[in-house]
Structure formats: C-alpha cells, structure tokens
C-alpha cells in the first residue's frame, strides 16, 4: 500500500504535477512556474544527462541508444506487412526526453497538416493559432554564405525573426559535395524549393535547420534550454529524476472523477503526491496511455482483462496511434564521395573526437542531413491528377473525417505526400533489431550514403496498451504499419522516385558507384518490386503521435481542445499523443509549440477559475 506521506524533500501536495520530464513536460515546468504563485512538481523516470557528453554531441547519436539510463527502447509486435518483422522505437528516457535522444532534425509543419487538425473536429487548432508558437520556442540562426551556397539557400527569409525561444536552432557548417549533389538533383527535375519552409508550405529539396547551438556545437534539447540553471533555481519549483509513477490518483465521490495527484516509485518506495489544480500527462504517445489504463481510464474490455477498476470508459485511449513509416535505401558511393561510414575505424572516430573536444571544429559537432518535400511522385516523377484519383476511386473516405483530411492532403499537388532525406551513412535493417543503433552501426565493408522516403500523411492506425497491470512492464505497441493498403501503394511509388534521383546522370548519381552495392539489392522499376522493398526496408522515424487524440469524443477523441481529458476533472495530457493526424515533417517542433500552448491554456483556465 502507499504511504499517505510524500517522499522526504516532497511537500505534501503541489498546484500541478507534470507527468514525464521530456520535450513537453520541460517547457510545461518553465512557463508555468513563471506565475510565482504557483508550485509545479516535475516527475521523470529517467536521469539528468544534461552534462553527458554523448547526449550533447551532435554526431553521437548512435551511443545512447539501447542503453538502459537513456532509452526505453520499445520494440513493437511483429509487422505482417512488414515479413513480420518487429519494428524498434527509440524513446528518451532521461530529462529532456526523446529531444535529447533524436537526431535534431528541425523541420516546421505544413500548414495544412495542421489546419486538418481543426478539419477534425478541433475548429480552434488550425495553423494560425499555432504560428505564434512554432515562433516562440525556438531562436534559430542564420545560416552562413557557404552554407547557402552548397544548399540552395535563396529562399531563406533572413529578415523575419523566427523566434527569440529558448531552443537554439542553426543551420551549421560542413555541407559539402553530397548536399550539392542533393540539391541540383532536385533542381534538375524542377523540385528545388523556392519558398521557406517555416512559412507552412515548401515544395522540393530544402535544407532543414537542427536543434544544436550555434556557439557550442552542443545538442540544444528542452532539458538543457527550457530548464536552465535560472529556472531550476527558482523556489516554486521541485524536479524529480528517476522517479516512476505508477498511475494517477482520483477522488470518484462526485458526479466526475477528479484527479487528485498520482502514485510514484522511487526506488522501491511507493508514495503519493497531490495536485490541488491539475495533473499534467507528458508521458508522450507510448506511456502517457500506459499511465492512464493503469489508472482506469481506457477500454472496459482491456482494464478487466488486467483486473483494473474502470473510472472512465473510454475505449479510445491507447488507439488511433500514427508514426511516420520510413523506408531506408542505401547506396555504394565511388571512392572519394564523403560518408560516414568511415567511422568504423576506431582512429578516425577518435581524431574527430579529440577535434571536436579541443575546439568543437569537425563533423561530430554538426548535422549535414538533407531533406525535401514532394507531392505524389513514382517512377514517372510528379503523379498527375488523374493518376492520383484513380488511386483513390472506390474507397471510402466518408466514415471518418480523418480519413477524408488525409486524402486531401495526399491529392493536393502543392502539398508534401512525402518527405525524403540524405543520411550520411548506411543503414541496416534487422528482423529482431536489439535497438536502434542496430540499424546506424557499419557493418557492410563498403561506403554507403542512404535515401529515406518517409510518408508524411498515413492512413494506416495502430494501438498501443497496457501488457499487465505492472507499471513497469512495457506496454504493448502496434504501429500497424500499412494495414491500410493505400500507405503501401504511396510507399512503393514514393520508393519508385528514387530511382530518378540515383540516375547515372544525375548529380547524386554520379556520386554513387552504380556498378556497387544497393540495401537492399533491388531496383524500384517496377510497383512490386517497389513494394518488396517496403517490406524489407520501412522502420519508423521515431514519430508516434495520436494515441490521445484531440478529437470529439463520440469520433475517438480522449482530450478535448484545451487537452482535458473528456470524462475527468483536473486532468490533461501534452504531448505528442494529443495530435488528431500527424502532421508533415519531424515532429519536434509541432511538440514544443503544442507544450507552448498548451502553458498558455493552463494560464487562462487558472486565471478564469476554470480549474
């Protein structure tokens, strides 16, 4: 049984108590404490890595993943469409959570990805009323002369200011021959953007900005930049590292359940905290429905079979979950071509590193990854209208207005359907991958450089719950990659396209050894043959979204529009899992605004005695 008296160092009760330390529940911490009056307590099941070098050194990535103090490091059921293999999932488990672990890929929204959200149900959510946030959560810096030489930088708006935030965003150094290659490939075929991302619509090869810090050449993460040694100082708040919680506490007296705290687990010692205001879920999109299952909120049918009162029924919970499917083709690069495979050699990691540590000069204080934006595209390039519509005939889009958004997206010609990227290295793909540097590490004796086709707008929904009623078992995750058959019909003509940007003639193709090696040893000329390499090559890019959807409830919705949980008092969930659709590119920095506005919400609803 719990004890009725918090842990040593806790007060008995604080106004909010915040739920996982990760992208959202940091700046949660930050903008709510800036009421004096108000306590929060901060609770992360992970450590604080904000001074660990292989947390803050861009280019090692690889090194946390797997381990234990870092990553939680889901594995999802087998894949049917997929040969069945079990796809990994790369999760921070640490303060800062997975914005300390990602690869810092900074990419803004479309804005359309996010007017659908208020398409479906959220009138309140369209891109407008989060632009103000995607603006203020980061500083980002301009990019260099060479920088916008080498990546075709001239639709850099460097006049307005995108933002004063906390998160330093820049563009960096060290581009070079593969992203020039990249962008006049692009160009050739009419496909270099001409409009800056950050304004909601781009179209064609752009290059992204990262989330590291200009001055240090150090990972920025919300750790590190919302939580400051400033903020951490200040009285009204109480951070807690390795700290579980168990599930969430609620008064059920009345006529609606009210959250009244919650359960926590340090080290063996089980405990309660109250919340006098509210209880904040950042738990992101594979536990914060974890943590509301093991506290009665789900599907009747899922807490009985795990012996779990039921408070709020609500079989929504833990479903509509999205990812972004990435499929991952390597390519052997001529003698010469610059990879990152040349990391397999102890010394030349060890060079970059002393490099890197005498004056932060080198690659492992810098990203050099490439992406663009297309419409539907295959083999023939951009897919015409009418192809797109045959595509789509006979299918019902009328059950489910997120489903007809999608669509939508996907038939529009100035919107993205895909998102490609130009990784420096080769990349591998297991059938039982150990975790995700399993897929990173270099195997292969050769060269690689590696094309990822990402889906930006699936179709396809998976699920993720509780496997017992132990909250430290891992929940059960899946992704179902494809089981909408429409995701594998734009995958395969997605994977088509690549093969019009590693021609013999073009600029990228002739960087590459075409007599070489392929990852998998397939040409995409073909739809089917195309499809097998779906099969053989898509992971996840870490981007589960949408278990808690921000929906009607009657249309599968679990929180409301100010992300009250629906059925409950005093309860909300920012993170991840609240988004309606997934939106377009890497999803960090729709995270961090959410969780901007998201703080303000809280605001107004405390001010107003809405609490």
């Not at 488990?93 to 810092?104: D, E, H, R, V, Y």
């Not at 495979?341 to 010394?347: E, M, S, T, Y």
Request: with cysteine; net charge negative.
């Amino acid at each position: 049984m719990a004890s009725a008296v918090p842990l040593a160092g806790l007060e008995k009760s604080y106004d909010y108590i915040i739920v996982g330390g990760g992208t959202a529940g940091c700046v949660l911490a930050n903008r709510l404490t800036e009421d004096k009056d108000v306590r929060v307590l901060l609770l992360e099941a992970g450590g604080d890595k904000t001074t660990d070098p292989l947390v803050l050194t861009p280019g090692l990535v690889p090194a946390v993943y797997g381990k234990d103090e870092y990553d939680w490091n889901f594995q999802s059921v087998p894949q049917s469409t997929l040969n069945n293999r079990i796809i990994n999932q790369a999760r921070g488990k640490m303060l800062g959570g997975s914005s300390a672990l990602n690869f810092m890929m900074l990419v803004y929204p479309s804005k359309a990805s996010i007017d659908a959200w208020a398409a479906v149900g959220n009138p309140n959510w369209n891109y407008e009323a989060l632009k103000p946030y995607l603006k203020k959560f980061a500083t980002v810096d301009v990019p260099s002369a060479s920088t916008k030489d080498i990546c075709a930088l001239t639709y850099n708006n460097d006049m307005v200011a995108y933002g004063d935030g906390p998160l330093k965003v820049s563009f960096g150094e060290g581009y070079g021959v593969t992203n020039k290659g990249w962008f006049d490939t692009f160009a050739s075929l009419d496909l270099l953007s001409k409009t800056d991302a950050r304004d909601g619509q781009a179209l064609g090869a752009f290059q992204n900005a990262s989330s590291i810090d200009p001055a240090t050449k150090t990972r920025s993460f919300s750790a590190v930049t919302y939580l400051t040694a400033e903020v951490r100082a200040r009285e009204n708040l109480k951070i807690l590292t390795n700290t579980h919680v168990n599930k969430v506490l609620f008064d059920t007296t009345g006529s609606e359940p009210v959250a009244t705290g919650v359960e926590i687990n340090v080290n063996g010692t089980v405990s309660q905290v109250s919340a006098n205001l509210e209880v904040i879920l950042s738990a992101g999109a594979l536990q914060s429905p974890q943590i509301l299952e093991l506290s009665g909120v789900g599907g009747k049918e899922i807490l009985a079979q795990h012996d779990i009162p039921v408070v709020i029924e609500n079989p929504a919970v833990g479903e509509g979950m999205q990812d972004h499917p990435i499929v991952c083709q390597s390519f052997e690069v001529n003698e010469g071509t610059p990879s990152g495979d040349v990391l397999r050699d102890p010394a030349v990691l060890q060079a970059l590193l002393d490099m890197y540590t005498a004056d932060r000069s080198g690659p492992m204080g810098q990203l050099t990854i490439s992406v663009a934006y297309t419409p539907l595209v295959n083999k023939t390039g951009v897919v015409s209208d009418e192809c797109v519509q045959e595509l789509f005939a006979g299918r019902d889009f009328s059950s489910d207005p997120a489903r007809a958004a999608v669509r939508d997206i996907v038939a529009n010609p100035n919107e993205p359907t895909f998102q490609y990227i130009l990784f420096p290295t080769q990349v591998h793909v297991a059938d039982k991958p150990e975790n995700m540097a399993t897929h990173l590490i270099p195997v292969e004796p050769e060269n690689f450089l590696t094309i990822m086709t990402i889906l930006n707008s699936p179709f396809s929904r998976g699920s993720v719950h509780i496997a017992s009623s132990d909250p430290a078992a891992a929940p059960v995750w899946d992704p179902k990659f494809n089981h909408d058959e429409l995701d594998m019909e734009l995958l395969a003509r997605g994977v088509q396209f690549v093969e019009n940007l590693v021609a013999p003639d073009t600029a990228m193709g002739k960087l590459l050894n075409q007599t070489g090696r392929r990852l998998p040893q397939l040409r995409g000329d073909d739809l089917e043959t195309a499809k097998e390499i779906v099969r053989q090559r898509q992971i996840s890019v870490f981007h589960v979204s949408g278990s808690c959807a921000m929906r009607p409830r009657e249309e599968g919705g679990v929180v409301n529009e100010r992300l009250q949980v629906y059925g409950a008092k005093k309860l909300r969930v920012v993170d991840a899992s609240i988004f309606p659709l997934e939106p377009a590119g890497n999803i960090q920095a729709v995270v961090y605004s959410v969780a901007e506005r998201a703080a303000d919400l809280i605001k107004e609803d405390r001010k107003a005695g809405k609490v």
